[in-house]
């Protein structure tokens, strides 16, 4: 399973370009991809799939428990 920087950099995109087409501020997705922030709110994985073409489980995998 491709994580978050996977996915991004498949698609030829850098930080600052996801966010900006996410509509999120600058340096969310590097808090993301650093594990600054390893819970982001349901709003923010939504758009971060919305823009990257996956579903939000492929970003953040729902741990079975």
Do not use: C, H, Y
């Not at 698609?11 to 501020?25: P, W």
């Not at 922030?37 to 349901?42: E, H, K």
């Amino acid at each position: 399973m491709m994580n978050l920087r996977e996915i991004r950099e498949s698609k030829k995109l850098d930080q600052t370009e996801l966010d900006a087409l996410a509509g999120l501020t600058r340096g969310t997705v590097s808090d993301i991809e650093r594990g600054k922030n390893s819970r982001p709110a349901w709003e923010i994985v939504s758009k971060l799939s919305r823009v990257l073409g996956v579903s939000p489980e492929e970003l953040f995998p729902v741990d079975a428990a």
